[in-house]
């Protein structure tokens, strides 16, 4: 399958030592990318680097912060100073905090924003002017279902990811013309640490189930397949666009 290959790619994913950031790292490196693992705590992303080369022995890593522009300017020039290149960009890296709206402390917002929107400019613009350079690549945004439906308790992170959708039809508007794609994957309800609270809550699984047309949780692999479309040349003229992978929540009353 030709048009899906990833041989002779490299593929940086944020927010990677656990979850579904470390899964579409998997996947993209079994579609035969070079992977780099992305993570701020040195001590996990070097566990997860480990068990991920036993498979992928040309899995790499790069430690640094998200939220921190210069933290990663200077990684990603220091990796490029070494005539490598990242021809996929997968902007991953987020956090969650429930809190009713008017209680939520101000620097849990502030760094919900910093999280989950930030890294993705950060991240996004440094990486796109290597790609401008070097004449195309993919960048792949993760947005969720609360890009467009609400639930009470969350409201900043609603408001993060509706930024992340609007982000990335910024990003295919600039430079969808210069070779680079840009879209977003929009996960459903998947069990990851940041949902570990709700998967051990009965009620919330049965609301869940009732809700959602395919009555379960997603299978962290059934992200992969989208992940890797929007990686390959498969999808060379899909710009600006949101993928949800939900079981059908977003479509369904």
């Not at 990663?72 to 960009?89: M, N, T």
């Not at 993760?142 to 009470?152: D, F, G, Q, Y």
Request: charged fraction near 20%.
């Amino acid at each position: 399958m030709e048009l899906f290959s990833l041989i002779g790619k490299t593929a940086l994913i944020t927010g990677s030592s656990q979850g579904i950031g470390y899964a579409l790292a998997e996947g993209l490196a079994r579609a035969g990318a070079t992977v780099i693992l992305n993570g701020r705590d040195k001590k996990k992303l070097s566990k997860s680097v480990r068990n991920l080369q036993k498979i992928y022995p040309s899995t790499l890593s790069l430690s640094f912060d998200v939220t921190n522009y210069n933290e990663v300017k200077q990684s990603i020039e220091s990796y490029f100073s070494e005539a490598k290149k990242i021809d996929i960009l997968v902007n991953n890296a987020g956090m969650q905090h429930r809190a009713p709206l008017e209680d939520f402390p101000l620097e849990k917002f502030e760094k919900l924003i910093q999280t989950n929107v930030s890294s993705v400019f950060n991240v996004g613009q440094i990486i796109a002017k290597r790609m401008l350079k070097s004449g195309g690549g993919k960048i792949i945004n993760i947005a969720s279902v609360h890009s467009k439906l609400a639930r009470s308790g969350v409201a900043p992170y609603i408001a993060s990811k509706g930024a992340v959708e609007n982000l990335t039809k910024g990003m295919a508007t600039e430079w969808a013309s210069k070779g680079i794609q840009v879209n977003a994957i929009g996960p459903g309800y998947f069990s990851t640490p940041l949902t570990a609270d709700l998967a051990n809550d009965p009620e919330f699984n049965k609301w869940l189930q009732r809700r959602t047309p395919a009555g379960r949780w997603g299978e962290l692999e059934e992200l992969v397949g989208t992940c890797i479309f929007l990686a390959s040349s498969a999808s060379n003229f899909v710009n600006g666009q949101i993928i949800f992978v939900d079981g059908g929540l977003t479509i369904s009353l």
